[in-house]
């Protein structure tokens, strides 16, 4: 065989010459069109076929497809915060820190909008704040840690008024010595906080907030919570379990019953074909004797035709009324026994709505009881270019975080609502989570975005009534609802 062409059946000398030859014909092939060639014979037959994409994939390699369903245009967040763009986050933290712990701190929960007004307020010190800085700083004298000794070297009361809060709100900014912070420190103990910007005072809560947090009080808050929340879930899961059980139960019941109808229509059915054969025997035994009989009496029976028949005639009519009496009676047992049935299946129907809504009730028990052992508040999720997405419980809006932190907006209608859930695409890893998230929560979004815009819509209303007062009038004004957060009242405040 030749080893350069393949060719077998040759001898040892052709081969040889095959060799010589076939080398020479390669030595003289072109080189321009010697990698080509090998490829071609390398790799034909072997073209690598594309593999189908497993969905979901990084949303940033996520490409337009033909199969795509029709995507919303993602609609532009509003940025109409009244703090500059830098100090949202710290905004929205130290309120939702306010919000959720208001029962440990004995502090009166108040709106976003109302906080956020009050820090960008200047004249004068307001109640808001003042119950804000001093349930915080409360609590850090309860724990008895570092501020507490700072408090006791300076020789204070430990009890903290609407008068000598500045004092001991120094005495934090002392205490955590932050440069940046301490320069306030002349201006606060001069009585002008109100004229601090907003950069200032939502950097002091940010520290009180962060000082909060590490204190035993609220450890031990957070871990009895995060205790009871796992009871909870346990409690549910054997719910879960124990009502899994009992359908597994059930339906090992339903197939039993139905294997012993089977078996009892087979025996029906072979007993019926067992009573048919003895009639048609009997019917031929009877059929033989008549027979018998017939041939012989031919004679007496000709001769009493006339008077059998006159007999016969009220018997078929006997037995035709009793026919038509028994049918009535058995129609009427049909429609009681379909009758019974009708009720048995409604009766059936009540108890599976009741059961489904029975657990939904207490599906929506343990997550708001679950919810009401608050933790720490998560975002939704992130789109494609990783902005985040937050929702908090106490305001009806969704906040766009931007990956850099730099930028804040929020959407505030349902409008925007669905067109942002529209425009996610489930192919990404990152925009299918928080469309989940969205989809699970957005029935009591919606209800939160309702409430906001009732309120400002009745707010509106209200100022344009004030606006329309006739100064003729001389009954007291309207309070204007914009300006709720001057009469805030701190009504869970410690005696």
């Known amino acids: 065989m030749c080893k350069v062409s393949g060719k077998t059946n040759l001898t040892y000398e052709e081969a040889l010459l095959s060799e010589e030859r076939a080398t020479e014909k390669v030595h003289q092939f072109p080189k321009e069109l010697m990698e080509p060639a090998l490829q071609i014979i390398q790799y034909k037959g072997d073209e690598p076929v594309e593999e189908p994409i497993k969905y979901p994939i990084d949303d940033l390699l996520v490409q337009p497809d033909a199969d795509d369903p029709v995507f919303t245009d993602r609609p532009s967040p509003s940025r109409d915060f009244n703090v500059p ?49 001093s349930a915080l700083l409360r609590l850090l004298i309860k724990d008895n840690g570092e501020y507490f000794s700072a408090v006791r070297e300076r020789n204070r009361k430990l009890k903290i008024t609407l008068i000598t809060w500045t004092e001991f709100l120094c005495d934090f900014l002392e205490m955590i010595n932050i440069p940046e912070l301490c320069a306030y420190v002349a201006t606060i103990k001069r009585g002008h906080y109100g004229l601090l910007d907003a950069h200032a005072k939502l950097g002091i809560f940010r520290e009180l907030v962060n000082h909060a947090l590490e204190t035993n009080i609220v450890r031990e808050k957070l871990d009895k919570f995060v205790e009871q929340r796992q009871a909870l879930g346990a409690t549910r899961r054997e719910e879960a379990l124990e009502e899994a059980r009992k359908k597994r139960k059930e339906k090992e019941r339903l197939r039993a019953e139905s294997d012993v109808d089977q078996v009892m229509d087979l025996e029906s059915k ?5 009573n048919g054969n003895h009639i048609r025997q009997n019917g031929d035994i009877v059929k033989k004797r008549n027979g018998e009989i017939r041939s012989s009496r031919q004679d007496s029976a000709s001769e009493k035709s006339g008077s059998k028949q006159v007999d016969a005639a009220p018997k078929k009519m006997a037995r035709k009324q009793k026919v038509e009496v028994k049918v009535p009676t058995a129609n009427g047992n049909g429609k009681d026994l379909s009758e019974k049935e009708a009720l048995e299946r409604s009766r059936d129907d009540r108890k599976e709505v009741v059961g489904q809504s029975s657990k939904e009730r207490r599906r929506e028990y343990y997550e708001r009881e679950i919810e009401k052992r608050f933790i720490r508040t998560n975002s939704l999720g992130k789109d494609r270019n990783h902005n985040r997405y937050w929702w908090f419980q106490r305001d009806g809006r969704i ?46 979004i919606c209800l939160e975005i309702e409430k906001r815009s009732k309120d400002l819509a009745q707010r509106v209303a209200l100022e344009e009534a004030v606006l329309r007062r006739s100064s003729r009038v001389r009954a007291p004004p309207r309070k204007n609802p914009a300006n709720a957060f001057l009469e805030y009242v701190n009504k869970w405040k410690e005696d």
């Open 399 to 444: 906040f766009v975080e931007s990956s850099d932190s730099k930028q804040w907006g929020y959407y505030s209608s349902k409008e925007e609502l669905y067109l942002l859930t529209g425009s996610l695409n489930c192919k990404g890893e990152r925009e299918r989570a928080l469309k989940k998230q969205l989809e699970k929560f957005i029935s009591r």
């Open 270 to 274: 072979g007993s019926a074909s067992e």
């Open 85 to 133: 763009m830098e100090c949202v986050g710290d905004l929205l933290m130290v309120w939702d820190f306010c919000s959720s712990f208001g029962r440990l701190l004995h502090l009166w929960p108040f709106s976003l909008e109302d906080f956020e007004n009050a820090i960008c307020h200047k004249k004068g010190n307001l109640v808001l704040l003042v119950e804000a800085h």
